[in-house]
């Protein structure tokens, strides 16, 4: 059965999840850090779940595959940050593994899907 929408793709629903959790976690963020780390963090996880749907539409195999590997790096990208706001203490511990066991689940489907296309 050939997926005839994005929104149905379950790596792309997982995006969507990491940006609402994204979204709640930074919204605690000190005031300073509006153009900073929270705006890196919140433009990351929304660069997941975009170039998913992006590639998507674009039709083309190699296209598709190039913009999964960019969701991916977002993943890698967001991870960083989010080490970066634990060591900050923007961040709990727990927040940081809950987000980072999501992250490794989003990279794991982006790669089998890359690999299956």
């Given at each position: 059965?050939?997926?005839?929408?994005?929104?149905?793709?379950?790596?792309?629903?997982?995006?969507?999840?990491?940006?609402?959790?994204?979204?709640?976690?930074?919204?605690?963020?000190?005031?300073?850090?509006?153009?900073?780390?929270?705006?890196?963090?919140?433009?990351?996880?929304?660069?997941?779940?975009?170039?998913?749907?992006e590639g998507f539409v674009r039709g083309?195999?190699?296209?598709?595959?190039?913009?999964?590997?960019?969701?991916?790096?977002?993943?890698?990208?967001?991870?960083?940050?989010?080490?970066?706001?634990?060591?900050?203490?923007?961040?709990?511990?727990?927040?940081?593994?809950?987000?980072?066991?999501?992250?490794?689940?989003?990279?794991?489907?982006?790669?089998?899907?890359?690999?299956?296309?």
């Amino acid at each position: 059965m050939k997926v005839k929408d994005y929104k149905d793709l379950k790596v792309w629903q997982k995006g969507i999840e990491i940006v609402d959790k994204v979204y709640a976690l930074t919204a605690k963020f000190p005031k300073e850090e509006l153009y900073g780390l929270t705006l890196q963090m919140r433009k990351a996880s929304v660069s997941i779940s975009s170039n998913v749907s992006e590639g998507f539409v674009r039709g083309h195999t190699n296209e598709y595959k190039q913009f999964l590997r960019v969701s991916l790096g977002s993943c890698a990208e967001l991870d960083t940050q989010s080490i970066i706001a634990n060591r900050r203490k923007y961040i709990t511990k727990h927040e940081l593994d809950d987000l980072a066991e999501d992250l490794n689940h989003e990279s794991r489907m982006l790669v089998s899907l890359i690999n299956k296309l």
